[in-house]
């Protein structure tokens, strides 16, 4: 059937079948994850993570410690006695008031080591508190700048030994320069790299005296005579 005996809807139906056979169906397409990472490079960034907040939380040196959530009718004085009875070591302690002038529940404990500190943490963190009606809530404070200075100064390394050092001291002989195969160099002999001793003076030989003419006349008259 030529197109133009087709109606309008058969052609319009057979060019959208045309347009929507060309077309492609991906199934299965992988979504690659780009965040995933090798469980070797994940573990090099987990330890480098670790190392760095081992150094940062430090808590050898942390004896501050804010409780929250305690009752707002107490006074500064009973705090402070309860954990110096209960833990020990209070050196000073600080609450908070709001603009009225009144207990926040929220007191601020220095104590006198980083030990008791953390035992305070320890004991009372998520302790109840008036028969459970609400809880307490320990937060120790780790403050970089009270780090000793002793533990942030590392002295510098030893310079290591030559190589001609560590053999003399292991107790093995240093082949000497010039001397061939480690032979000690000949008595009187040059070593190559040191300075020549003086030459030993040669013996001159004694002067003959000069003759004179009656002299050598005589010597030859007495040869040919012989």
């Known amino acids: 059937m030529a197109s133009l005996d087709k109606s309008l809807d058969d052609i319009i139906s057979s060019t959208r079948g045309k347009r929507f056979s060309g077309k492609k169906k991906i199934v299965g397409k992988k979504q690659v994850n780009k965040t995933t990472l090798k469980p070797k490079t994940f573990q090099k960034l987990a330890n480098k993570a670790t190392a760095r907040a081992s150094t940062l939380l430090d808590s050898s040196y942390a004896t501050k410690v804010v409780v929250y959530g305690l009752p707002k009718d107490l ?18 302690i600080a609450c908070s008031y709001n603009e009225r002038g009144q207990f926040k529940g929220i007191a601020t404990i220095i104590f006198n080591s980083a030990k008791a500190a953390s035992r305070a943490v320890e004991k009372y963190n998520g302790a109840p508190i008036d028969n459970g009606s609400n809880k307490l809530k320990l937060e120790l404070i780790i403050d970089p700048t009270k780090k000793p200075l002793s533990t942030r100064i590392t002295a510098n390394a030893k310079p290591t030994k030559s190589l001609t050092q560590r053999i003399k001291a292991v107790g093995v002989p240093v082949k000497k320069a010039g001397a061939k195969g480690g032979k000690p160099p000949v008595k009187g002999q040059a070593v190559k790299g040191q300075a020549k001793g003086p030459k030993p003076a040669k013996k001159k030989a004694p002067k003959r005296e000069k003759k004179t003419v009656e002299q050598l006349d005589q010597e030859m008259a007495d040869y040919f005579e012989n």
């Open 75 to 92: 006074k500064q004085d009973s705090i402070k006695e309860f954990f110096q009875s209960q833990v020990g070591g209070v050196s000073n």
